[in-house]
């Protein structure tokens, strides 16, 4: 069983820059494939970016490819979304995702746990 919490939401500016923490508590993490989602409101959850279990391969959603960072390390139990040059319709609560298979994809039901989210925000 493998719990997340979310953190490092906030408000910033266009242009701006955040990272987003997700933090994991249970045996499988190391184990686990990783990924972020946003969820908009009126709109349906969007994947962000996924991690394999090892760190050495990531995928992206093509709306942020070359501006966020996904990361990992399995020694803290966490997963990062570095967020750079942020523009307002990254404004979003972002969700952290664990498959306990080790094997990332794009649709969310492909994830067994979720976090609870953070607010992110991105004012024009």
């Known amino acids: 069983q493998v719990q997340l919490v979310e953190s490092g939401g906030g408000l910033v500016q266009a242009g701006g820059s955040l990272r987003l923490s997700c933090a994991a508590s249970?045996?499988?993490?190391?184990?686990?494939?990783m990924a972020w989602f946003r969820q908009a409101p009126g709109k349906e959850r969007e994947f962000v970016a996924a991690?394999?279990?090892?760190?050495?391969?990531?995928y992206y959603a093509d709306s942020v490819k070359g501006r966020f960072t996904i990361s990992r390390d399995n020694a803290k139990s966490t997963v990062y979304l570095q967020m750079n040059s942020l523009k307002p319709e990254d404004t979003a609560v972002y969700y952290c995702a664990a498959d306990e298979d080790g094997v990332y994809g794009s649709s969310p039901y492909h994830y067994d746990h979720w976090g609870q989210g953070t607010q992110v925000t991105v004012s024009s």
């Open positions: 991690i394999n279990w090892s760190g050495d391969s990531t």
């Open positions: 249970g045996r499988t993490f190391n184990n686990s494939a």
